[in-house]
């Protein structure tokens, strides 16, 4: 019952209205029914589309194959209307997708368990996944001591480097560490419209001078790092807080965040408050 064709998205309301309608049934990145987050994905140049609609025109069914120079390959992106799994339709995507003659990753900002059993079948490895957590700040913050002598700067051009080298001082030693300079860093963050300099926190310690630190955007808890002399003293709990404090003065009723699966930081945010809301996955051929 479904009709497909290699066409461009011109209908995006219909590619946003699947999305939503996934999103709401599986979880996950918040942004991913988002349309100019799926423009970026879906309408990038040198993207390949393809879509199943039924016998009245509705989308049932999306998938996107673009180019990503960054892993020499390019990345495949499928929607299925949880209307109609378990039907193939999305094992019918995915062959599509893999279809490639260069490597391919596949993407889903929605991992789903029979998702996973299918990615499995095909031989897919997964290589990332962030599980996608949200706070409600509407019945206050939670708690967080801060460890003795502590003191915090905000965000500023002047404080930027700083936070840069205890971001890389956390981070470093994690697999994928991109190993950007301060400037390719701190434009990541400020060219984002979402930033908000006043809710990032750069926290130091008396023993240890500049010592951990949290970046926010708009609804976003956007990163946490703790220099490692300075863990298990409660400081990323009490840099979290801090900012969801300021979040929600200026009215934020909630926050966002993802953390790495194998992140032991998860219990933490579990403990501030956070819920899990679905996961993001990243699989690639064995």
Request: aromatic fraction near 8%; proline fraction near 7%.
């Amino acid at each position: 019952m479904v009709t497909w064709t290699p066409l461009p998205f011109d209908d995006e309301d219909a590619l946003v209205s699947l999305a939503a309608r996934c999103l709401a049934a599986d979880g996950g990145l918040p942004l991913a029914a988002d349309p100019a987050f799926l423009r970026r994905r879906w309408g990038a140049p040198g993207t390949s589309t393809i879509q199943g609609r039924d016998h009245d025109g509705r989308l049932l069914a999306a998938g996107a194959v673009r180019p990503t120079p960054a892993t020499g390959g390019v990345t495949f992106c499928g929607l299925v209307d949880p209307d109609v799994r378990g039907r193939g339709i999305g094992s019918h995507l995915l062959t599509w997708g893999l279809a490639q003659d260069q490597p391919v990753t596949v993407e889903t900002e929605s991992l789903t368990g029979p998702a996973e059993e299918l990615f499995a079948a095909r031989g897919l490895r997964q290589v990332f996944a962030e599980d996608v957590m949200r706070i409600d700040l509407a019945d206050g913050v939670p708690d967080a001591s801060w460890p003795a002598g502590a003191q915090l700067a905000a965000w500023s051009e002047t404080h930027a480097p700083r936070f840069h080298d205890v971001y890389t001082a956390a981070f470093r030693d994690r697999p994928g560490f991109p190993g950007w300079t301060a400037d390719e860093w701190t434009a990541d963050l400020t060219e984002d419209d979402d930033f908000r300099p006043q809710w990032s926190v750069l926290a130091t310690l008396p023993d240890l001078g500049d010592a951990g630190f949290v970046t926010a955007a708009v609804d976003w808890i956007v990163q946490v790092g703790v220099a490692p002399a300075a863990r298990g003293r409660g400081l990323g709990g009490a840099l979290v807080a801090e900012a969801l404090r300021r979040m929600r003065a200026d009215g934020a009723t909630h926050a966002w965040l993802d953390v790495n699966v194998d992140n032991p930081a998860v219990r933490l945010y579990r403990k501030l408050g956070f819920e899990h809301r679905g996961r993001r996955a990243r699989y690639r051929l064995s």
